[in-house]
């Protein structure tokens, strides 16, 4: 059995799963320590199933600590930063682009060495080792062991990183080393700003994942744990200490791919209600629609894979006021504190909690509303709601015409059986805990990116040669290998280069390995 967790602003959800069926399921309120949500939730898990803990061998994980880290720029750590470059690329420093709270909250200490490649793959200069080891005395003498490294066009070439890697690790042997190419893809600010941003959250995820643990151990649980990456796949707990910035999209994500689990609907639009948050995303053959563009992520342009999602701040604990212009719901909520802080707890904010009880939608609560929040304002509140998420799915259409919408989420039921644009809005079983359903039926995915020349007398025996690479890292994350495929194919010829040069990116997705032994747990 698996266990499946998703931790957000409001509640924590838990599953529990035999195969593709819910066994049971909790929703508790989100706690200050999330260590001691996490534990409350599964508590009350296996005392509601009676399961063995024994017979659960995974539990996965999707939680937002990593993006609230980010967004409220809270226990970064101090950073170096090491562009390799010289003697070109300095007309842009690195973080240039970066808002100044940010940039104080990591407290970088950067360094520009010589190094990089020409789209060509030829190097711009050499690494010279004596400057990385500068670089790495200046970080250990301000007691920085978390490290960002970048060079032009590693993906292209990860030789050159590699190598500063191992210098730095001369110097400071506990060193926390972030790589550019295994962070973001080409295009050096871009991917520069990931990496940056990946070293900064090394103290949150060891934390993060110390926590985790140390709520199983609590338990008793002698579960693997995996947490839930911003594709839809899982990583090992291991990867996410190393790879945090990859989670910070994981919410909305659990939530589509939960809904394609429950439905069974590949194509579609979902949206996911909770207590803080809407979040309307486009599921295409199963898996979410990624972000064509770059991502923007607390005032910082990147570009490692992310969900398309369009989010608003619409959920139940969204504070309703009358303004001059009329309704104002949102952006603002109550969060976790909607139990006792909404009318219907005896709190004294108006949220869209209490417009769904006023309206008959909800049957919640220990207090009468007062006379003037009564079923006709209930209603037109929630058609507002209505309104605005209808706005929401028109925003993420790809083509004219009603689409087919899923709904989930706590909130869920706040919103009418029809809305603007669908053909029709699908409520399916356990809607409400989609997310942690999601968590629980990720598969293990990885993915590449090369530069290959694919010229056609050779371009199978090419593209056979990364299919081999995609499988084998996806076989190394944990997958099992009869079940990896090889999902997704994407090329972009660059014409700029000489010969037949093609961007390539592959990704290969396979089912989690089970069965482990305990004793191998």
């Known amino acids: 059995m698996n266990v499946g967790l998703d931790v957000g602003g409001t509640n924590t959800d838990a599953v529990l799963m035999n195969g593709q069926t819910v066994v049971a399921w909790v929703k508790v309120p989100t706690t200050g320590d999330v260590g001691d949500g996490i534990e409350q939730a599964l508590s009350e898990l296996l005392r509601t199933s009676g399961v063995d803990k024994a017979r659960i061998e995974t ?49 970088p ?12 793959g030829v190097p711009v200069a050499e690494v010279n080792p004596r400057e990385i080891r500068a670089a790495a005395r200046n970080f250990q003498a301000e007691g920085i062991r978390d490290v960002a490294i970048t060079g032009v066009f590693s993906p292209m070439d990860d030789s050159q990183e590699y190598l500063a890697a191992t210098c730095v690790r001369e110097v400071i042997p506990d060193a926390r080393i972030s790589l550019g190419h295994d962070i973001g893809s080409l295009g050096l600010l871009q991917r520069e700003n990931a990496c940056v941003l990946n070293a900064a959250l090394g103290d949150v995820a060891d934390r993060v994942v110390d926590g985790f643990l140390g709520a199983l151990r609590n338990l008793g649980l002698q579960s693997r744990l995996f947490l839930t990456q ?12 190393r790879y945090p910035v990859r989670t910070v999209g994981s919410g909305p994500t659990n939530s589509m791919r939960g809904a394609a689990a429950i439905t069974g609907i590949k194509d579609c639009i979902v949206v996911d209600v909770g207590g803080t948050t809407s979040d309307v995303g486009v599921l295409v053959h199963g898996f979410p629609r990624t972000a064509a563009s770059n991502v923007s992520l ?6 490692f894979r992310m969900p398309d999602v369009y989010s608003l701040g619409l959920g139940g604990g969204s504070l309703v006021r009358e303004g001059p212009d009329g309704l104002c719901l949102g952006p603002d909520s109550v969060g976790f504190r909607l139990g006792t802080e909404a009318l219907v707890f005896g709190g004294s904010e108006v949220t869209l909690t209490d417009a769904g009880v006023a309206a008959g939608r909800l049957a919640i609560g ?8 009564d079923g006709a304002w209930g209603e037109r509140v929630l058609a507002e709601a209505a309104h605005t998420v209808a706005d929401a799915i028109d925003r993420m259409k790809t083509q004219a015409g009603n689409v087919t919408v899923v709904l989930v989420g706590g909130g869920g039921v706040l919103l009418p059986d029809a809305l603007e644009g669908a053909i029709e809005v699908i409520r399916p079983p356990h809607s409400q805990v989609a997310n942690a359903v999601g968590a629980a ?15 056609p007398a050779k371009r199978q025996e090419r593209l056979t040669e990364l299919r081999r690479e995609t499988v084998e890292r996806a076989h190394q994350a944990g997958a099992s290998a009869p079940t990896i495929e090889v999902v997704e194919i994407e090329e972009t010829p660059l014409a700029y280069m000489p010969g037949h040069q093609v961007r390539v990116r592959m990704r290969a997705v396979g089912d989690l390995e089970t069965h482990i032994p305990l004793e191998a747990r």
């Open 59 to 107: 539990v996965m994980l999707g939680t937002t600590q990593f993006a609230n880290a980010i967004v409220q720029r809270r226990d970064l750590a101090r950073i170096g930063v090491i562009r390799m470059s010289l003697p070109v690329g300095t007309a842009i420093p690195p973080l240039e682009d970066w808002p100044e709270a940010l940039v104080q909250a990591v407290s």
């Open 109 to 120: 200490v950067v360094r520009e060495v010589h190094g990089g490649f020409e789209v060509i």
């Open 230 to 241: 911003n594709d839809g796949t899982l990583m090992s707990a291991d990867l996410a200490r």
């Open 298 to 303: 607390a005032g910082v342009l990147t570009n």
């Open 366 to 373: 220990n207090r009468p509303l007062p006379a003037q929040r």
């Open 441 to 455: 039926l990720a598969q293990v995915g990885a993915e590449i990116e090369r530069v290959a020349d694919l010229d």
